[in-house]
């Protein structure tokens, strides 16, 4: 679909923002593409997401500061708003998101891997909010998200400097999960999704929402999220099959759902 790639491999989609000329920067026709991807992933077929950039070189080097140059007040605004929207779908996905970030992942390239569940980046991975040296804020969730995932402090730090970081240290303050050779980044990528896809699904997506709602609210009431979710499990076939095979002696007899 116009600057994005999607393909189905299993129970696992992938998403490959494909725009290389520009090293893969998100313009409106970009974010309007991966809005109709991700609106179009089957969620009755599809256990997790990877998200992705096209080449060797970029994951993302931001929103398109050319696109950028010439808004208005209302216009930043408005794409603000369009980035966000899509952001905050990623974020919201029922199943778990992983981001494969294969080089550059800047500005909003940074964001929209901050929407993702997990971050996987590959050695020559380059992070950064640079926009205060363009003159602007993030405005796709950065100064939010960058705060939660490394803290107050570090996302602060980043942020009021414009410095971009390379992957190790990225690994070292938390901001990424594994780091792995560019060529392996895929693969695991892949074998990280397939094995999330292997568990049962209902209690996957329980999880995700547990903790990303639970993360929104006080201790209190975030355990009570957990209570609930912890107790619909009990009406699934996959607990129902997961119990009863770890109890059953002759695991031949339990048949699966
Ligand atoms: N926007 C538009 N075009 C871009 C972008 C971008 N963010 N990044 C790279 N390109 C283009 C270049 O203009 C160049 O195009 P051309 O070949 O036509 O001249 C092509 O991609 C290749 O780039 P370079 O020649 O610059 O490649 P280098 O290897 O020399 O450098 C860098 C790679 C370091 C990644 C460099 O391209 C760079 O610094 N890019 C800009 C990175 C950046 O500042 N990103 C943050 C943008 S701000 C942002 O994302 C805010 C998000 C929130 C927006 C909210 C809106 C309201």
Partial sequence: MGFIDYEVDGQ??????????????????????????????????????IITGAGEKS???GADIGEMSTLTKAEGEAFGKVGNDVFRKIETLPIPVIAAINGFALGGG??????????????NAVFGQPEVGLGIT?????????????????????????????????YRIGLVNEVYPLEELMPQAKKMAKGIAKNAPIAVRACKKAINEGLEVGMDEAIVIE???????????????????FLDKNKEKVKEP
């Fill in 12 to 49: 696992v989609g992938i998403i490959t923002i494909n725009r290389p000329k520009a090293l893969n920067a998100l313009n409106s026709e970009v974010l309007k593409d991966l809005d109709a991807t991700i609106d179009a992933v089957d969620l009755d077929a599809i256990r997790c997401l």
């Fill in 138 to 170: 993030p405005g796709f969730g950065g100064t939010q998200r960058l705060a939660r995932i490394v803290g107050p402090g570090k996302a602060k730090q980043l942020i009021y400097t414009a410095r971009n970081i390379k992957a190790a240290e990225a």
């Fill in 110 to 123: 940074c964001e929209i891997s901050m929407s993702c569940d997990i971050r996987l980046c590959s050695e």
């Fill in 227 to 245: 209570e609930k979710l912890f107790g619909s499990c009990f009406e699934t076939e996959d607990q129902k099959y997961g119990m009863a095979f």
């Fill in 59 to 61: 994951f993302v080097a």
